[in-house]
């Protein structure tokens, strides 16, 4: 009886599961569907190289040419991951192999802090204490006759980057830290054994061990960066217009989204979604290359 019990509670909660997982994947079909559905013949209908190759975006106009946008969130990405990445994959190596407990106690929270604060309190914090002091910095006497920077904004690229890379900073660490914790303690001793130092011993046996680890942690940090819309917002400038310098405003392909839907219609609206189509396939193309990534580190 109590077999047959058993059996049945296993069933049972092989349904669940398995609904979980369909429903799951329906999710994500149905995101699919409606985005192609809509956006597809949005794009062939302006026409897909004036869409994505256009440098000029004027809605009144029906003129919808996305390219500035899309560099816009390729160069705040790319600005991200060169201000998170080392970082926190450098924390993350501290914490797991140089920190004192006593230190992980005051650490692990403080990451876990970071990861909870809603997007928008990152775009104030951006917003009244990045942006005056990135304006100061460019007003500064060492900017103009040092640098040769001439003019800038507190609101540009290089301000969004840095308030990303922050942003993207938990999930490195968290990842990267959980990757390397996972590593046999054999490669560390191993590598001691042979007459490699602590460092030497990290740096060349732990962590190139949880390389696949750490290549998730950077994709999920990219895609973090390259979805993220609040923050962007509030201290990225949106200007329409080609990306002009590291301390000029730009506009992203999420900020243009959530700016002008509230109060889009026709074929505004349609480009708009058919813009989230892009940032879609964008996303797509990152996930497949981390996959092909990470196949062929198994591989090798």
Known sequence: MKTKTAKTREWVMQGVFTACACISILAVALICIFLFANGLPTIFEIGPLKFLLGTTWKPGNDIYGILPMILGSIY??????????PIGLLTAVYMSKFASPAVNKVMLPAVQLLAGIPSVVY??????VMVPAVQAMVKSDFFKDVLGVKSGKGMSLFTAALLLGIMILPTIITVSKTSL???????????????????RSVFFAVLPAAKSGVLSAVILGIGRAIGETMAVVMV????TWMPKGLFQGLRTMTSNIVIEMGYA?????EALIATGVVLFVFILLINLCFSIVKGGSKNA
Do not use: C, K, W
Request: charged share 10%; hydrophobic share 50%.
């Open 181 to 199: 914790d996972a590593v046999p303690a054999s490669y560390y001793e191993g590598s001691l054994a042979l007459g490699a130092t602590h460092e």
């Open 236 to 239: 990225a400038g949106n200007q």
């Open 76 to 85: 705040v990405t790319a600005g991200a991951i060169i201000v998170g990445v």
């Open 123 to 128: 775009g104030f914090f951006g917003m009244v």
């Open 265 to 269: 219609a026709d074929l505004h609206r």
